[in-house]
């Protein structure tokens, strides 16, 4: 079992920055590969972006290519997700997530085990 727990969400005005951390306890959880899935109101949770078990490869979504970078600690097994250069778009709630397996990233369902989320709103 892996417990995840998300923090740093807030409001910013567009263009600013936030970083959200995800704390990993329980067991081996730096043997995991993390993702960031956000949802916001009257959509689908999608992907973000996600790192290897290692940190040594990291993935993105388009929409957040060159403006989020995802990183990880494991000696503090944290996860971290810099976002700069928000847009209102980027308004939902954010998802840190675990994974055994690396590959399929960006597939919800691969991933096994999920924090509770935390909010991230981006005014214009």
């Known amino acids: 079992q892996v417990q995840l727990v998300e923090s740093g969400g807030g409001l910013v005005q567009a263009g600013g920055s936030l970083r959200l951390s995800c704390a990993a306890s329980?067991?081996?959880?730096?043997?995991?590969?993390m993702g960031w899935f956000r949802q916001a109101p009257g959509t689908e949770r999608e992907f973000v972006a996600a790192?290897?078990?290692?940190?040594?490869?990291?993935y993105y979504a388009d929409s957040v290519k060159g403006r989020f970078t995802i990183s990880r600690d494991n000696a503090k097994n944290m996860v971290y997700l810099q976002m700069n250069s928000l847009k209102p778009e980027d308004t939902a709630v954010y998802y840190c997530?675990?994974?055994?397996?690396?590959?399929?990233?960006?597939?919800?369902?691969?991933?096994?085990?999920w924090g509770q989320g935390t909010q991230v709103t981006v005014s214009s």
């Open positions: 329980g067991r081996a959880p730096s043997a995991y590969a």
């Open positions: 790192i290897s078990w290692s940190g040594g490869f990291t």
């Open positions: 997530a675990a994974k055994r397996s690396s590959s399929d990233y960006e597939t919800e369902a691969r991933y096994d085990y």
